[in-house]
């Protein structure tokens, strides 16, 4: 499944992921964790163990180091 990840402020992925692919999955594949960001689909925040359902998601960095 290929996914579009927009990570707000720092630029867009590609990314390839496993049919059975969680929200969590899309993190790890951008390098950043379930307690540094959070994944958004249609402006709502989605859980990490929720499969991946959606084509296209944004990130939001939740700590950013300072």
């Given at each position: 499944?290929d996914?579009?990840?927009?990570i707000l402020?720092?630029?867009?992925?590609e990314i390839?992921?496993?049919a059975?692919a969680t929200?969590?999955?899309?993190?790890?594949?951008?390098g950043?964790?379930?307690?540094?960001a959070?994944?958004?689909v249609d402006d709502s925040?989605?859980?990490e163990?929720?499969p991946?359902?959606?084509?296209?998601?944004?990130?939001?960095r939740?700590?950013?180091g300072?």
């Open positions: 499944m996914v579009t990840c927009e402020g720092e630029g867009t992925h390839d992921l496993p059975d929200y969590g999955d899309v993190l790890d594949a951008v950043l964790s379930t307690h540094e959070s994944v958004i925040p989605v859980p163990d929720r991946v359902d959606s084509a296209s998601v944004r990130v939001i939740l700590i950013k300072g």
